[in-house]
């Protein structure tokens, strides 16, 4: 079984200030992990994955997210958050299909 | 290129009745999804086509949920009869033949209230 922990329901920041969501995961085998968005009335958003490779990925927005098998993680990053980032935003992982298994969710707010 | 479509966006029905929900996928695309997603709560799997065959249907009530994809394009999602905990937004998903690749394209959603 495959399962995704996003321990804050909630994640507060100033505008230009880093930003960091949290994701812990558990899955057989080589994980495959990615990381959604969801903006109000909106459907998900892709915003990166991992696979394979360099532990740091970059995607979309400015986002990053590094990948740490030996705590099981799978970090959001953004060095300098914007308001417009503020959204719904779901970490998901997949043992090696295109079963994904998404987490709560965590809610950014970035303030002006 | 048009994205997922999806309707109706809203559907307010009493317990016991019937809905159902439709959805087209971004052309080309072979697999496509239905997951569910309770408020406070993250996306759930109810069923994966790969083209017009059941790849996954492990999570679907099948009870009181169908699903169809006729022709391997457009799906139907169907809840009969409805109980209060299937309040829900019912979102429609496709990827590509990019096996693996994990790059879903979400609709919008269509939301559903119980009473």
């Known amino acids: 079984a495959q399962s995704v922990a996003q321990p804050e329901d909630q994640v507060n920041v100033a505008e230009g200030n880093p930003l960091t969501v949290k994701c812990t995961y558990s899955?057989?085998?080589?994980?495959?992990l990615f990381w959604y968005v969801q903006y109000p009335n909106r459907g998900l958003q892709f915003l990166l994955k991992?696979?394979?490779?360099?532990?740091l990925v970059k995607g979309s927005y400015g986002f990053e997210a590094e990948f740490n098998k030996s705590q099981t993680s799978f970090h959001l990053k953004k060095p300098s958050a914007l308001v417009s980032d503020s959204a719904l935003y779901f970490c998901?992982?997949?043992?090696?299909?295109?079963?994904?298994?998404f987490g709560a969710g965590t809610t950014v707010t970035v303030r002006a | 290129e048009a994205g997922v479509a999806q309707s109706p966006r809203y559907k307010i029905i009493e317990k016991r009745q019937s809905v159902a929900f439709w959805c087209n996928p971004i052309?080309?695309?072979?697999?496509l999804y239905w997951y569910q997603q309770i408020l406070g709560q993250g996306p759930k799997l109810l069923i994966q086509?790969?083209?017009?065959?059941?790849?996954?249907d492990s999570q679907l009530p099948k009870d009181r949920f169908s699903a169809e994809r006729l022709k391997g394009v457009d799906s139907t999602l169907k809840i009969q009869p409805a109980k209060l905990e299937d309040s829900a937004v019912y979102l429609c998903?496709?990827?590509?033949?990019?096996?693996?690749?994990?790059?879903?394209?979400f609709g919008e959603g269509s939301r559903l209230t119980v009473l």
């Open positions: 998903a496709s990827s590509g033949r990019d096996r693996g690749s994990g790059e879903l394209f």
């Open positions: 899955v057989s085998g080589n994980p495959y």
């Open positions: 991992y696979i394979t490779g360099d532990n």
């Open positions: 998901a992982v997949s043992p090696n299909d295109y079963k994904l298994s």
């Open positions: 052309s080309g695309h072979a697999t």
């Open positions: 086509f790969q083209n017009n065959g059941v790849v996954d």
